[in-house]
């Protein structure tokens, strides 16, 4: 099987109104310690007063940077069952929930031992790509959608007040909007000593496009606008997403992480898939060919003996 990887743009602003970006964010598709086929992404919208929403964010994203690109020799030695879990979808989900449980211990310890006011915090979506399908854990109110042609599906779950008032029934989507808590979040890492994330996993296709990005840009701009803006394929993408939330406000910092999954690569993950089902097939389905030269032989046996009877008693 080819290479899959995207074409990979990410971009961060700290918007119209605030003074700093507690955003942060990062984005690699370099592969991992001989795995080629491998993305990785995340994002992280921090909050907390005094700097430590900027802190907890770059606490995460700078803990997931580090593990992709430690030293491999070292990061061998103390992790070798690593590529197992690269190799292994369960496995995989299993590391990514384990990995968001850590970064949320070591926010949470940092408040516990600076004792602060307000306690630092972060959202995360952390994604790992590889081959033909993505796997990401989810925290919070940034969110990851699913471009295909002119449909754009709201991969992601937010964990806030209106969003679950929302799924109750209890609240209206135009009355979500203005809610006096329409910013507050149900789960964050940092806040408690334990967290759990969403997992979530999608299989991707040639022409795809997947987005990552903070509620700055989903408060500001529609699922449509951003279908639309990334579906048209144009560079830049990521720039003009925030020039667009920046122009209706841009009342928060605003983060986009787009990837452009194309080419050959995933189109033959099919193919691949289907020349599998024909090597390793037995008697159903196209395994049988295999029957078909045994089959072909027999009726020609019995075609002959029906010929040479006939002619036999032809001569009696």
Known sequence: MENILPKIEFLTDKGRVRKNNEDNLWASDKGYNGITSLSVFVIADGMGGH??????????????KNIFEADIADRSERSPEFLEYMDNDEYLKL?????????????YENNRKKDIKE?????????VQKDDKIHMA????????????????????DHSYVAEHIDAGLLTEEEAINHPYHSVLT??????????????????????????CTDGLTNMVSDTDIRDVVAGGAANTCNKLIDLA?????????????AWFQGDALKDCDTQKLKRKVKNGGLSGLGGLRLAPLVLGFFALVLLLVMLWYMFSKHI
């Open 51 to 64: 700097e430590g929403g900027e802190i907890a964010s770059g606490i995460a994203v700078e803990y997931i």
């Open 95 to 107: 590391f990514l929930t384990e990995t968001v449980r850590e970064i949320n211990n070591l926010i």
């Open 119 to 127: 306690s630092m915090g972060t959202t995360i979506i952390f994604g």
């Open 138 to 157: 989810h925290v919070g109110d940034s969110r990851a959608y699913l471009i295909r042609g002119r449909s754009i599906e709201q991969i992601t779950v």
């Open 187 to 212: 789960r964050s890492l940092g806040i408690d000593s334990s967290v759990e994330a969403d997992i979530y996993t999608r299989r991707i296709k040639s022409d795809d496009y997947l987005v990552l």
């Open 246 to 258: 920046n122009g209706r406000g841009g009342v928060d910092n605003v983060s986009v992480i787009v």
